[in-house]
């Protein structure tokens, strides 16, 4: 299964060019008179930061908006108090715009606080709604289960003076934490257990984030999101599969209320990417564990994690439109998304030489005191891009990995005797190898030919192998860090996902040697380095030397399970 490109096959771009059930769903019910127009909505819960989960919910809430002239907003589910926070919201919005969306406005939940009370008033006073002292356990244990039905709160009939009263000392924090919860009052037979009288407010002194202290009682998700849609004129709440036994539920509450606007809940698959969890709370677990170096770490399938690695926000939105809307559940390869990113770096990332693990290269017949220069094309794939100058001397370094003394027939590269081309530079031949009293090799020692200048020899004679080199007067020494997959298993989902870390996800190189024109570029720029991959400028290192990231490698190169 190595060296497999992952390219999406034809048939995914046909049947992207057709409309996704979602679409059809909604052209249906634009001809139907159902509803006028397209509004959506992002939900996120401002308890962690985005992963690319949440990028395809966003590319299909905001995609479709666009798609049929409407809009989506942004909304903040936070009725969790205790676990959002502000840095949260911050984050989201800021990945959100890198993403390259644009939201009409933000909502937050918690501005519903107010009318979601008095929704709940109004559930009470139509007899739909009760207050009940039961504990947590206690409500479970009549819950039933799928075989059998629930049993009747024995709170379930007080009168609707007494849940209106109650209700509302619940609300001025006369009763502890826990001690009441507020109950929709709907079938204890139902065979959807989501039916089965769900608590719609509980007992919880949190300070929210926006609220503060000023509420005692929260509403739970599947009370405050129909009715936040509702309230907002969301026409599709398109929302994630686990949602979908939420559906009826969502439907009584709007028809319950006779909510003017009844939006329509419309469920897709998730996306789930090999080598990667999906989860806010296992990310955060790596981040609060130190596994990570924060949930922006390169190694995150986060957003933030991603844009410090250097993906292209247009390569994330092209692998979610390519992985396309069903509703059966599915794990995409993460060489998918890695072909996307190949694919968009190759038109837009200058090339630039580097050298990772450097060995000394003396050319014997180059003059001493010459330096030379030579105008190198940045990007052949982009004319546009222009050239640079790369200074050329008697000193060089090549890879390590470059040269063996003692090769198989098969290595092309540099070994005693033979001949290779420096990349737009000169031919050279291996004459001698310096070695250290150990046996190590210091150096080798080689000629040039003149005649060969800018790569290509006069008599047209031909070298099997090029390498790429770095001139030692003009070098800026660099770090490197060597990004891998943080998961070494195809579904770390299997068991605990921390047993599935991969130990080598992150190599530090310290004694790279980079062409001049990298020692002073900004962070966040992208370069192919010839034949090591794509790679991000990530400021400096303690020691002031340029920190350059591996984006990823040139060809996928990802050994499965090993
Ligand atoms: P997590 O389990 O990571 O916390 P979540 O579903 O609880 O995810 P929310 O903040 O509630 O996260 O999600 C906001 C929106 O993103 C929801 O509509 C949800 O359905 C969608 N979403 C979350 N994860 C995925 C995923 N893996 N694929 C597609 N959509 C997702
Ligand atoms: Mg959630």
Redesign the pocket.
């Known amino acids: 299964m190595d060296h497999i490109r992952k390219e999406p096959s034809a048939e995914a771009a046909e049947a992207r060019e057709s409309k996704n059930f979602i679409e059809r769903a909604i052209d249906e019910d634009l001809k139907d008179g159902v509803f006028e127009t397209v509004q959506t909505r ?7 930061y ?5 990028a ?3 590319c ?2 905001f995609g479709v908006a666009e798609k049929y002239n409407g809009v989506c907003n942004l909304r903040f ?1 936070d009725t969790n108090p205790g676990r959002e926070d502000v840095e949260y919201v911050d984050s989201i919005k800021e990945d959100i715009a890198w993403l390259g969306f644009r939201w009409h406005n933000v909502f937050y939940a918690s501005d519903y606080f107010p009318r979601l009370y008095e929704l709940a008033e109004e559930l009470i006073r139509r007899g739909k709604a009760y207050v009940c002292d039961l504990s947590g356990e206690e409500v479970r244990a009549l819950r039933g289960t799928l075989k059998e039905p629930g049993r009747e709160s024995p709170f379930r009939n007080r009168s609707v003076e007494e849940n209106l009263d109650l209700f509302r000392r619940m609300r001025a924090g006369e009763f502890p934490d826990g001690a009441k919860t507020l109950r929709a009052k709907i079938d204890m037979a139902s065979p959807n257990l989501n039916m089965r009288d769900p608590v719609i407010y509980r007992i919880q002194r949190a300070t929210h984030h926006r609220t503060g202290d000023e509420w005692c009682i929260y509403p739970m998700y599947d009370f405050a999101h129909p009715l936040s849609d509702s309230v907002e004129g969301v026409t599709f709440s ?3 599969m ?2 979908e036994a939420h559906r009826p539920l969502y439907e009584w509450f709007l028809e319950a209320l006779d909510m003017p606007v009844r939006s329509r809940q419309i469920e ?5 990417v090999n080598y990667s969890v ?6 955060k677990q790596l981040v609060d564990d130190g596994v990570v170096d924060g949930w922006d770490d390169p190694r995150m399938p986060t957003l933030s994690g991603m844009r410090r690695r250097g993906y292209p926000a247009k390569a994330i939105r092209d692998f979610c439109e390519s992985v396309g809307v069903a509703k059966a559940n599915s794990v995409v390869d993460m060489a998918q998304l890695e072909f996307f990113v190949r694919d968009h770096l190759n038109y837009t990332a200058a090339r630039r030489m580097a050298v990772l693990d450097p060995l000394r290269v003396v050319l014997t017949n180059y003059p001493d005191d010459l330096t030379e220069t030579f105008e190198v094309v940045n990007n052949p794939e982009n004319e546009a891009e222009g050239t640079r100058p790369v200074s050329f001397g008697k000193v060089v370094y090549i890879e390590r990995g470059d040269f063996m003394e003692d090769p198989p027939k098969k290595f092309h590269r540099l070994s005693p005797g033979k001949e290779i081309r420096l990349q737009n530079a000169y031919y050279i031949k291996c004459e001698e190898v310096v070695k250290d009293e150990n046996g190590g090799i210091v150096e080798v020692r080689c000629t040039y030919d003149p005649e060969s200048r800018g790569g290509w020899a006069k008599d047209g004679r031909k070298v099997k192998g090029t390498c790429h080199w770095v001139a030692e007067h003009a070098a800026v020494d660099g770090e490197i860090r060597l990004y891998d997959r943080l998961f070494a298993d195809e579904d770390p989902e299997e068991g605990a996902f921390t047993d599935h870390l991969n130990p080598d996800s992150l190599r530090i190189v310290k004694g790279a040697k980079l062409e001049a024109a990298l020692g002073d570029v900004p962070a966040g720029e992208r370069f192919q380095f010839l034949r090591s991959g794509y790679f991000v400028a990530d400021g400096k290192n303690e020691a002031g030397m340029p920190v350059f990231s591996r984006i990823v490698t040139m060809k996928d190169s990802f050994k499965k399970g090993k």
């Open positions: 992002f939900p996120p819960e401002p308890n962690g985005l992963h690319l989960g949440h395809k919910a966003i299909v809430d589910d398109l929302c994630t686990e949602f897709f698959a998730r996306l789930n999906m989860s806010k709370r296992k990310l």
